[in-house]
C-alpha cells in the first residue's frame, strides 16, 4: 500500500479527521490533505515523524503499511487499544501480565 492509503486507512482506524491532526500536529491542513489525494505526495521527513508520532504509529508502518517485524503485526491492535487507556488500567495490565510470564516461566511449560 501507499503512503497516502496507509494515513487514510490508519487516520479511519483511530476515527480522526485530517483537520484534526492538522491542528495536534501544527501542520496546514492543506499539506496533510495533498498527502491523502495524491498519489505521489509524501511529506518530508519531518512532517512524517509528526504524523507517525501523533498516530503512535512507526513512520515505517506509514510508508510500507507493514509493521517493524512481522511477529508483532498480530499484537498492534491490543497495542493500539492499550494507548487509549489510562495509566493505572495498563500498570494493572502489566503487572497481570508479568505474572503471567513468572507463572510460564517457573512451570516451563
Request: charged share 30%; aromatic share 10%; hydrophobic share 30%.
Given at each position: 500500500m501507499s503512503f497516502?492509503?496507509?494515513l487514510k486507512s490508519e487516520l479511519k482506524y483511530q476515527d480522526i479527521q485530517?483537520?484534526?491532526l492538522s491542528g495536534r500536529i501544527n501542520i496546514p491542513y492543506g499539506t496533510l490533505l495533498s498527502y491523502v489525494?495524491?498519489?505521489?505526495?509524501?511529506?518530508?521527513?519531518y512532517v512524517g515523524?509528526?504524523?507517525a508520532?501523533?498516530?503512535?504509529v512507526s513512520m515505517e508502518y506509514l510508508i510500507t503499511g507493514n509493521p517493524e517485524d512481522n511477529y508483532i503485526k498480530?499484537?498492534?491492535?491490543?497495542?493500539?487499544?492499550?494507548?487509549f487507556l489510562p495509566p493505572s488500567?495498563?500498570?494493572s495490565?502489566?503487572?497481570i501480565i508479568h505474572f503471567l510470564y513468572e507463572l510460564y516461566k517457573n512451570k516451563g511449560v
Open positions: 497516502k492509503n496507509n485530517l483537520k484534526e489525494n495524491h498519489q505521489e505526495c509524501i511529506p518530508n521527513i515523524y509528526k504524523i508520532k501523533e498516530l503512535k498480530q499484537y498492534i491492535p491490543i497495542y493500539k487499544e492499550l494507548l488500567v495498563i500498570n495490565f502489566g503487572k
